[in-house]
């Protein structure tokens, strides 16, 4: 260790011995107030440090955006060795505290940086608030308690929600306070309501809340009063949810006088808000929950809500294109040659085509005002601007409904009318009176289509909901957080915290260890009601309902792992039952340790009057355990999914029983000091710092995954999973190894097909770039990865390759093409050496045992299998009756789903006493790209446009253009001396060329020319002979539209982005050519078999074409052979493509950045629908109802 090291390490050591000594005053001054709770050791031995224990390492944390700039770093980071990187950045870039912390001279601008200090830092300040009221029995209870909480956090056995470790302790660690922010806590001395001073004496640490609304405008716990509390929430990235069916609907009588604007009118407003937050927040985005009553009078309005707005950003996007090209048009002739129609004859044409597409009048002769004014509006160009329908546009911003998760909220009344078709009564929000009448199958009919066409709006199950309510004397459950598992009174909050099952499994014994989960779940419950103790709320009423209800949300996240680690299928009712019965021990234990608490510090303040209900609910969590008969169960309208005891393992089903027993037991005696305990929040951001590998009650989503390595970069590794899985099933150690090099590759060119060290040294490589590529090819998520200027260095690529500058700073260069492998060759290689990513074929593998390893989604190119969603409502089934809150999951379906199984889906999660439920078809949403040719897609035929489908009665001037397209001519027809020619510049992927068309009189190509790369590449000899190959066909006849079919849709690096708005995506350069040439010399009818018909029409109207003319059928004869109408009426068929969009891919600098695009393609692979990080770029994966980014730990949520 070097002399400064030394020093700064002395220093540190003195800061951590100077913040014990500080701790030990403060603990001393804070005295047990009364009997306490005896804490035991589990996971340490008394006397023993658990942070000074175990391998320690200093490392790196860097996220980075794809382009290799730098988002975040830090230096010398202190985490665990048995950390994974991904920890280590997600800790150290949101946990760490960046501000306040005394660093090495004693200043206060120092930042945390070691593991160490945050659990510490979360830990004693548990402590200290728990030791201060009484908490503990004795001190030796409260330092038991401390090191069993340390031992948790530091081998990642359990996580409290992301609040915590922004807030918890800065105040008692560092004495970092803040000013006050407009938030109040309850006095627990006092029992009275203050004001918080400043920020952190009194931390926040909830993530979720409920709040309500009154149908008042401005005054307090009105309308525009929330905004204010949303806005406070949001500032400090947390979520809220509110039940408006509150407000009065539109046309209802107001106190002063007039009518209301209603309901709807309100939610815009509020929308925007929460988009304006959304936009300039620095946290994340505003999490946000809108829930309408069945019966509200605006409730068909809402329900088609996102629908209808989504249907505006297609009207503006179309609309705007329609205007532009119209009114360009208008506007060019009007210039050109002036607006009297008898000069300017044609003007009123256009101006009639525009009105007859609904182009305002008053517009037209806005533009046509323009025109005139040639002095003052000198621009030839009239600026109209137009829309698309990607989803950060500014169509999307133009709409609302677009910044809320939205709920309907369900009755049993309703959903039996809806069944028995009857009438619903909408009421009246200010008296109750019946508004009107609808059918309540329509509904449920209106609900079913707009989920199935947008995704929203979910369901809330309102009767379910507040059957399973501990408090109804106090109010009816409205409302829940925006992720839909906090569900509780209005005006209340809730803190999460969730145990990472796979710490208490063990491999060898295939169990998990009963003890050591209720231990922990006791540790969280009790860790979670001195944060409600400690807490501070954005609001007197959130303030004085959490006090008095004390609502905890203890979870847990790897259930999916724990499965597949087991050799059990996420889809089996062994898999069910083990659920249940893992989420049974965990709720008991949670209960029974908060009656434990209500026996020595009191029940919570409202238990006496909510009594007898809140028992009923605990015995009926009791049934569920014994899975007893559905007459058993106690104000149930649908009976729960009890505990199969023919599937469930013998040592959790007891287990199970047991610890319900003494839950309803000790709550009998004791009462109980939380109103709820338990919710299955999405697990994101704390998921990564447990380093698990599914959240929540989710499974897996892929077998292959690209791990980050302490130095930097990637490594590509099978699901630890699997391999346990495989061991568990009996598989032999050579059987595994071979099944995993199916899945990831074998990682090497030795004995690869086709790509090899032998035919690689055939083609100039050396021992030297050959040793290059084989270490690159643990982490290549393809082949062709590994050849690129940044591994074989320039000078290779240059003098043996022959490479030209610009070829290598191509993104979009594959080295292997260059060097002759055919396509088929490449994919050949690129399985033995990057794998399939499925398990799906692997040698070895029974049939029976592929359902152990679906995953949420199909997993690489080649599989097939993922898990049906009925399954995932059946596991949600299983878990429910044993959580006081809900589950938050968005159940995944394909998107050749139909509305009827949309309907089936819902009706089941009715059925299966499920509390909420969303839903998300693939491609259901506008912004995602049309593809047509997705798995079993019937509709790739309807996106052909043939030309024998059109009007039978063909017209003259179309026979002229049609026998001019069809010309067959034996002899070449060569092109005049001098000739007129188009040259258009393109560019693919950042890789620019030249095309020049030299023309025939009459318009048609006769030749071209292609110029890429330098003169002497590879590249540009390739396309000179296929210039050459063209040009020919053309001149001997070759019918352009042959050309085209066979060019279009030919896939090979470059491909991507172009910079061409009517040709914006292409699968290679010969794709590029072939659309270009249908865009520019087919008719349009004709050219739309090759394009977008979208992409066609704008092109058309902008008159960016240069088509054939239209020639005298004399001239057209004299070029071509007899040609029969039957033969110009017929066409050749193009395959079935697919449409979609790519993201834009720049120059390629560094391997850095090259590891970073890899791994994106991965995600992306098995997870279409996703969007960017907006912190560092790669692609997010789904988190329950939400995404999260396994980079740099960014949630689109509130976990």
């Not at 920020?199 to 149908?215: E, G, L, N």
């Not at 994919?827 to 049939?847: D, F, Q, R, S, W």
Request: glycine letters at 6%; hydrophobic letters at 35%; proline letters at 4%.
């Amino acid at each position: 260790m070097s002399q400064p090291s030394q020093q700064n390490a002395t220093d540190r050591r003195t800061e951590t011995r100077t913040r014990s000594e500080l701790t030990r005053v403060r603990r001393e001054s804070a005295t047990p107030k009364k009997s306490g709770l005896h804490i035991g050791r589990l996971f340490t031995t008394k006397g023993s440090e658990p942070l000074e224990e175990g391998a320690y390492e200093k490392r790196v944390s860097r996220i980075t955006n794809p382009d290799g700039s730098i988002v975040f770093e830090m230096k010398d980071v202190e985490v665990p060795a048995s950390w994974s990187q991904v920890a280590t950045d997600v800790i150290t870039q949101k946990y760490f505290r960046k501000r306040g912390v005394s660093d090495e001279k004693g200043g206060r601008n120092g930042s945390e940086w070691s593991a160490k200090q945050v659990v510490r830092r979360l830990a004693g300040t548990w402590r200290y608030w728990g030791e201060k009221y009484g908490y503990f029995e004795t001190k030796e209870d409260a330092e038991n308690y401390e090191a069993e909480m340390q031992q948790m956090l530091i081998t990642q056995a359990g996580a409290p929600n992301s609040p915590q470790w922004f807030n918890t302790g800065l105040a008692w660690a560092y004495d970092i306070k803040g000013e006050a922010q407009g938030h109040y806590f309850v006095d627990p001395e006092t029992e009275e309501l203050q004001r918080a001073v400043d920020s952190y004496s009194h931390p926040q640490p909830h993530a979720c809340f409920i709040q309500s609304v009154k149908d008042d405008l401005v005054n307090e716990g009105g309308i525009f009063d929330l905004v204010i509390r949303e806005a406070r929430l949001f500032k400090f990235g947390s979520g809220t949810g509110t039940n408006f069916s509150a407000i009065r609907s539109k046309s209802e009588p107001l106190s002063g006088g007039g009518q209301s604007s209603g309901l709807m009118s309100f939610l815009c407003t509020i929308d925007r808000a929460a988009g304006a937050i959304k936009s300039g927040g620095t946290t994340r985005r505003a999490a946000k929950m809108v829930c309408i009553d069945i019966d509200h009078p605006e409730v068909e309005e809402f329900i088609n809500w996102k629908v209808i707005e989504e249907q505006k950003v297609a009207a503006l996007h179309a609309g705007s294109y329609i205007c532009k090209n119209h009114l360009q048009a208008i506007f060019e002739s009007a210039r050109r040659d002036g607006i009297d129609p008898e000069v300017n004859p044609d003007l009123k044409k256009l101006i009639k085509a525009a009105n007859n597409e609904y182009v305002p009048l008053s517009y037209i002769k806005r533009v046509l005002m323009l025109a005139e004014q040639k002095e003052s509006f000198a621009d030839d160009d009239f600026n109209f601007p137009t829309y698309d329908t990607d989803f950060r546009s500014e169509a999307y911003l133009t709409v609302s409904g677009q910044n809320s998760n939205n709920s309907v909220r369900l009755s049993d009344e309703f959903l039996g009318a809806a069944k028995r078709d009857e009438m619903w009564n909408l009421r009246n929000r200010a008296k109750g009176d019946v508004a009107r009448q609808v059918s309540a199958r329509k509904l449920w009919n209106d609900i079913t289509y707009a989920a199935w066409a947008c995704a929203d709006p979910g369901l809330q199950f309102d009767t379910t909901i507040n059957d399973w309510h501990t408090c109804p004397s106090d109010g009816r459950i409205n409302a829940s957080n925006p992720c839909s598992e906090y569900m509780f009174l209005d005006d209340t909050a809730c803190n999460l915290a969730s145990i990472n099952l796979i710490r208490y499994y063990d491999p060898e014994t295939q169990k998990l260890d009963i003890k050591k989960i209720r231990h922990a779940s006791r540790l969280w419950t009790i860790t979670l009601e001195i944060s409600v103790l400690m807490a501070q709320f954005p609001s007197k009423e959130i303030a004085q309902n959490s006090f008095i209800y004390r609502t905890l949300g203890l979870g847990y996240a790897n259930m999916g792992t724990v499965l597949m680690q087991m050799g059990i299928p996420y889809a089996s009712e062994r898999g069910y039952a083990i659920c249940a019965a893992l989420t049974a021990i965990i709720g008991g234990q949670a209960y029974a340790t908060s009656a434990e608490m209500a026996e020595k510090l009191g029940a919570f303040s409202a238990y006496k009057k909510n009594r007898d209900n809140m028992l009923r609910v605990i015995r009926n969590h009791r049934r569920a355990a014994y899975n007893e008969v559905k007459e058993n169960y106690e104000g149930l309208m649908v009976a729960p999914q009890g505990i199969r005891s023919d599937h469930c393992p013998d040592y959790l089903l007891e287990s199970a029983r047991k610890v319900w027993d003494e839950a309803l037991e000790r709550g009998e005696k004791h009462g109980f000091r939380n109103a709820q305990v338990t919710v299955i929040a999405p697990t994101g951001t704390i998921g990564l710092v447990m380093d698990c590998d599914t959240t929540g009650i989710e499974p897996d989503f892929a077998l292959v995954k690209f791990k980050k390595l302490v130095g930097g970069g990637y490594f590509k590794i099978v699901n630890q999973s699997v391999t346990k899985a495989l061991k568990a099933l009996k598989y032999s150690e050579t059987q595994i190894s071979e099944m995993e090099s199916y899945v990831k590759g074998h990682a090497t060119l030795k004995n690869c097909p086709h790509i090899n060290e032998a035919s690689l040294k055939e083609k100039g490589f050396t021992p030297e770039a050959l040793t290059a590529i084989e270490t690159q090819l643990s982490s290549a998520f393809e082949l062709k990865f590994a050849f690129n200027r940044f591994v074989l260095g320039d000078e290779f690529c240059k003098n043996v390759l022959g490479l030209s500058e610009e070829v290598l700073s191509d993104p979009a260069l594959n080295i292997l093409e260059i060097l002759g492998f055919s396509r088929d060759q490449i994919e050949e290689a690129n399985e033995y050496v990057c794998g399939t990513m499925t398990i799906e074929g692997a040698p070895h593998l029974k049939a029976e045992h592929y359902p152990i390893f679906d995953c949420a989604n199909r997993c690489g190119k080649k599989g097939e299998r993922f898990i049906p969603w009925e399954a995932h409502l059946r596991m949600m089934a299983a878990a429910q009756p044993f959580i006081s809150g809900a589950i938050s999951k968005t159940i995944n379906m394909p998107e050749e789903s139909t509305i009827e199984e949309v309907e089936k889906a819902y009706t089941l999660s009715w059925e299966y006493m499920l509390k909420a439920v969303a839903l998300y078809r693939d491609g259901s949403k506008l912004s995602q790209p049309l593809s047509t040719s997705s798995a079993g897609s019937n509709y790739g035929a309807l996106f052909r446009f043939l030309e024998e489908e059109n009007d039978e009665n063909i017209s003259t001037e179309e026979v002229n253009d049609l026998l001019a397209q069809e010309m067959r001519k034996p002899l070449r027809r060569k092109l005049p001396e001098e000739r007129h020619s188009l040259t258009h510049k393109f560019s693919i992927a950042n890789h620019e060329g030249y095309l020049t068309i030299g023309l025939y009189d009459d318009g048609s190509p006769g030749e071209i020319f292609i110029k890429m790369s330098k003169e002497g590449s590879t590249l540009s000899g390739i396309m000179d002979a296929l210039a050459l190959t063209i040009s020919l066909c053309l001149q001997y006849g070759v019918p352009l539209e042959v050309l085209v079919a066979k060019f279009t849709h030919a896939r090979f690096e470059p491909s991507g982005m172009t910079g061409n708005k009517h040709v914006p995506i292409v699968k290679s350069i010969v794709d590029y050519i072939g659309r270009y040439l249908a865009l520019k010399f087919l008719p349009k009818e004709t050219a739309k078999k090759y394009h977008n018909e979208e992409l066609i029409e704008r092109a058309y109207a902008e008159a960016n074409i240069s088509h054939l003319p239209k020639l005298p059928i004399e001239r057209a004869a004299e070029s071509a052979p007899e040609v029969s109408l039957k033969h110009v009426a017929s066409t050749s068929h193009a395959p079935a493509g697919t449409m979609t969009a790519s993201a834009t891919r720049g120059a390629v600098t560094s391997k850095e950045q090259l590891q970073v695009m890899q791994t994106n393609m991965a995600l992306a692979l098995n997870n279409d629908d996703a969007p960017m990080c907006s912190t560092c770029g790669m692609v997010m994966v789904r988190n329950g109802a939400c995404y999260k980014c396994t980079g740099c730990g960014e949630t689109s949520g509130c976990s």
